[in-house]
């Protein structure tokens, strides 16, 4: 696999996350006998990190019949039952990791769109960063003509990687752009073609058209791709980033979702409501603003670290 699975970075980038939802959720049981007031305080709990009404209310009615029947009954047991019910629903699908194989077509295109401000090109530089430091070769394309400064930024981040890139004139045709990159992928024989995006606004139907140019430009010169679609979204904009994420899955067949910003958010429960609304899965979560904190999403490893209380360890 490409990327390095780091618990401890996870943890760390999850402050946050796991002091709103995990500890929330213990106040709310730790060392209480479950009733129904309790069950309705953790619903909307639940609600309120973002997890999305419809699962809040799946999650607490699974709670409730558990409790009904007799076999949960403190508020502890609660926990770990909230637990096993998110882990369940966030269980990885075949296909879900973000895995460049050996035997992927070369070059293995990805594409990475997204909305303005998601901190997209950002995202594009730690995805180059970890496919660099996994022994492959990358090479970057700058098709945000529309704003010089990400063209820039870009390039900034392919000098500090040491990795090539192909940029455009500003202004220009960003599929062209496309093709230029995808034609020098070919002729260099490099492994990865990460291709960058204009952020757009999810309802500017324009701009989504020229996505799926781009996307058909790199079809006809690669065979098969883009191999991999991802949309890089704000972990911070909550239950907005569902909407944004309908519109980009019409537009171009998103195959999974990087989750940006993970630090900085105390809604982290916005991982389940997206898995919940669309069958697309987070592959990635960024938890820090270097290259190398770029995580593979694990859904044990993530909820055990929401629930985690201040100083517990959790196994690798």
């Given at each position: 696999?490409?990327?390095?699975?780091?618990?401890?970075?996870?943890r760390r980038g999850l402050a946050r996350t796991a002091s709103a939802v995990g500890?929330?959720?213990?106040?709310?049981?730790?060392?209480?006998?479950?009733?129904?007031?309790?069950?309705?305080?953790?619903?909307?709990?639940?609600?309120?990190?973002?997890?999305?009404?419809?699962?809040?209310?799946?999650?607490?009615?699974?709670?409730?019949?558990?409790?009904?029947?007799?076999?949960?009954?403190?508020?502890?047991?609660a926990l770990e039952h909230l637990k096993k019910r998110m882990k369940a629903r966030?269980?990885?699908?075949?296909?879900?990791?973000?895995?460049?194989?050996?035997?992927?077509?070369k070059p293995a295109v990805v594409l990475v769109v997204g909305v303005n401000g998601?901190?997209?090109?950002?995202?594009?530089?730690?995805?180059?960063?970890?496919?660099?430091?996994?022994?492959?070769?990358?090479?970057?394309?700058?098709?945000?003509?529309?704003?010089?400064?990400?063209?820039?930024?870009?390039?900034?981040?392919?000098?500090?990687?040491?990795?090539?890139?192909?940029?455009?004139?500003?202004?220009?045709?960003?599929?062209?752009?496309?093709?230029?990159?995808?034609?020098?992928?070919?002729?260099?024989?490099?492994?990865?073609?990460?291709?960058?995006?204009?952020?757009?606004?999810?309802?500017?139907?324009?701009?989504?058209?020229?996505?799926?140019?781009?996307?058909?430009?790199?079809?006809?010169?690669?065979?098969?791709?883009?191999?991999?679609?991802?949309?890089?979204?704000?972990?911070?904009?909550?239950?907005?980033?569902?909407?944004?994420?309908?519109?980009?899955?019409?537009?171009?067949?998103?195959?999974?979702?990087?989750?940006?910003?993970?630090?900085?958010?105390?809604?982290?429960?916005?991982?389940?409501?997206?898995?919940?609304?669309?069958?697309?899965?987070?592959?990635?979560?960024?938890?820090?603003?270097?290259?190398?904190?770029?995580?593979?999403?694990?859904?044990?490893?993530?909820?055990?670290?929401?629930?985690?209380?201040?100083?517990?360890?959790?196994?690798?």
């Open positions: 696999m490409i990327f390095k699975s780091a618990i401890d970075a996870v500890a929330g959720l213990r106040s709310a049981l730790h060392g209480r006998r479950l009733d129904e007031a309790t069950m309705n305080e953790v619903e909307s709990q639940l609600i309120a990190a973002d997890v999305g009404v419809h699962a809040a209310r799946e999650l607490v009615d699974s709670l409730r019949s558990e409790f009904r029947a007799g076999r949960v009954e403190r508020g502890d047991d966030l269980a990885p699908r075949a296909g879900t990791t973000l895995e460049i194989a050996a035997t992927t077509a998601v901190g997209k090109t950002t995202s594009v530089a730690k995805i180059a960063q970890s496919i660099r430091a996994s022994g492959r070769t990358v090479l970057l394309a700058a098709a945000d003509t529309y704003r010089a400064g990400a063209v820039a930024q870009l390039t900034v981040w392919a000098e500090r990687l040491g990795v090539d890139i192909i940029r455009g004139s500003a202004g220009g045709d960003p599929a062209a752009v496309a093709f230029d990159a995808a034609e020098a992928a070919v002729a260099r024989g490099v492994d990865v073609l990460l291709v960058d995006t204009a952020g757009r606004l999810h309802n500017e139907e324009s701009l989504m058209r020229q996505l799926v140019k781009i996307r058909e430009v790199l079809r006809r010169r690669i065979p098969g791709a883009p191999h991999e679609t991802l949309l890089v979204l704000d972990a911070t904009s909550g239950q907005n980033a569902l909407v944004q994420a309908a519109a980009f899955q019409k537009a171009v067949d998103i195959s999974g979702i990087f989750l940006a910003k993970m630090d900085g958010t105390a809604r982290g429960g916005v991982v389940i409501a997206i898995h919940d609304a669309l069958s697309v899965p987070v592959k990635l979560i960024g938890v820090g603003e270097t290259p190398e904190d770029v995580q593979p999403f694990d859904a044990d490893r993530f909820i055990d670290a929401v629930f985690a209380s201040q100083g517990a360890t959790i196994s690798a």
